[in-house]
């Protein structure tokens, strides 16, 4: 069943693997089946009645904390007390970032174009069916989460330079290719610059626990790392050897 309470609601602890969705609209048997239908998605569902009630859940949003207390919205256009744009035109002007799916019986241009010009993420237009909805707030959480996914830095050592998220590498000015598991094998060499990791180290890491083969497949990928980086394959000053135990970079 859902809850209105907020007080009744689980600390954030407690639920840290589900999404809360605050549910504002005034219609009883509308605000029922949202709910049913986003509990059954496996969501924590709070609700509201009024614009009044939202805000109260809303108030305590700290721009500097990066903690928000719903990771959506859904937003009736129509409410007592205060509608649902100045509700969104509010938490913008504070600097809430909770993604809003704006409802509304206007399906006009104008007002949909009004919804999205004061803050609103999305717009779905009443009579909606349950299926749609909840894509779309699956769509609008998707696109939160890979927002705050933290930025991987950039790795430099001397005049090699790695870039996880473009996987891409530059030596010397100039853009090297590399094979999956070469890059794979660079990568963890520049996060742990100096470490000594021995060859079944580096097949855990890169190949995976449930590798199967040769463990000289680790020198063979090493030698081909050596002819991409190295001014001197023979005398290399990145990716050294370590005898007795395995390789260091740097």
Not at 52 to 59: F, V
Not at 69 to 77: H, Q, S, T
Not at 135 to 162: D, F, G, I, M, N
Not at 197 to 209: A, I, K, T, Y
Request: glycine letters at 6%; hydrophobic letters at 40%.
């Amino acid at each position: 069943m859902y809850t209105s309470e907020l007080t009744k609601y689980p600390p954030r602890t407690e639920i840290a693997n589900t999404s809360r969705i605050l549910v504002v609209e005034d219609e009883e048997l509308i605000r029922e089946m949202l709910v049913v239908a986003l509990e059954e998605e496996g969501y924590g569902v709070v609700t509201a009645s009024d614009g009044r009630t939202a805000l109260e859940y809303l108030k305590n949003f700290e721009p500097n904390s990066g903690e928000i207390l719903f990771d959506l919205v859904i937003l009736d256009l129509m409410l007592p007390q205060i509608n649902g744009l100045d509700i969104c035109r509010l938490l913008r002007h504070q600097g809430n970032p909770v993604p809003i799916l704006m409802l509304s019986a206007k399906g006009s241009e104008t007002d949909r174009v009004l919804g999205l010009e004061v803050g609103a993420d999305d717009y779905l237009t009443k009579p909606f069916s349950m299926r749609e909805l909840v894509a779309r707030c699956r769509a609008l959480l998707r696109r939160q989460r890979l927002s705050t996914l933290p930025v991987v830095p950039v790795l430099h050592y001397k005049e090699v330079t790695l870039n996880p998220q473009e996987c891409r590498v530059m030596v010397r000015g100039q853009e090297v290719n590399l094979s999956p598991k070469e890059f794979r094998l660079l990568e963890l060499f520049m996060s742990y610059a100096r470490r000594v990791w021995s060859r079944e180290q580096l097949l855990d890491q890169v190949w995976g626990p449930d590798f199967v083969g040769d463990s000289k497949t680790v020198d063979v990928h090493i030698r081909w790392l050596r002819e991409k980086l190295e001014q001197d394959p023979s005398r290399p000053e990145y990716i050294v050897t370590v005898r007795g135990f395995g390789y260091r970079f740097g």
